[in-house]
């Protein structure tokens, strides 16, 4: 599954010399993309463990009906993806990232619950109510198979 960001925008938000300091592990003055990479997609299955809560995501991992990402979501992955790269270095990690991830997870949060919306469509209804549909038929069966054992 594709990440929802990419290298350059941890570059256009926090600038380049974040990413000189946080991914030359090998401080050899050459930003490793690994880390970048795996900050991003991190960041991005944790986002979608809120979003999927509420909007349909594909088999892709990617929003349905939705061409371009909102920008928003965006915003969010890269500072999850730029906290979790500060994580790796003590001195790296600022109360700026700290509050930048607080934000994102109290958003993402708030995205689950139907408080904020990503300004897209509203997702179907049927997200929550299949959701919902999918536990009743499960417990009714359950309960169907009890008495025949």
């Known amino acids: 599954?594709?990440?929802w960001a990419i290298q350059q925008d941890i570059t256009d938000r926090y600038g380049l010399s974040f990413l000189d300091w946080i991914a030359d592990r090998n401080h050899d003055g050459a930003i490793e993309s690994v880390p970048i990479t795996l900050a991003l997609d991190d960041a991005t299955e944790e986002a979608r463990s809120y979003v999927g809560q509420k909007y349909d995501l594909d088999d892709e991992g990617n929003l349905v009906s939705?061409?371009?990402?909102?920008?928003?979501?965006?915003?969010?992955?890269v500072d999850i993806a730029a906290f979790n790269l500060a994580g790796f270095d003590a001195g790296a990690m600022s109360d700026e990232h700290r509050s930048r991830h607080k934000s994102a997870i109290d958003w993402l949060t708030k995205l689950s619950k139907g408080i904020v919306s990503l300004g897209i469509a509203d997702p179907p209804a049927t997200v929550g109510a299949t959701k919902q549909l999918d536990s009743l038929v499960r417990t009714r069966r359950s309960t169907q198979t009890e008495g025949l054992i």
């Open 66 to 77: 939705v061409e371009t990402l909102p920008a928003l979501l965006v915003k969010v992955v």
């Open 1 to 3: 599954m594709a990440a």
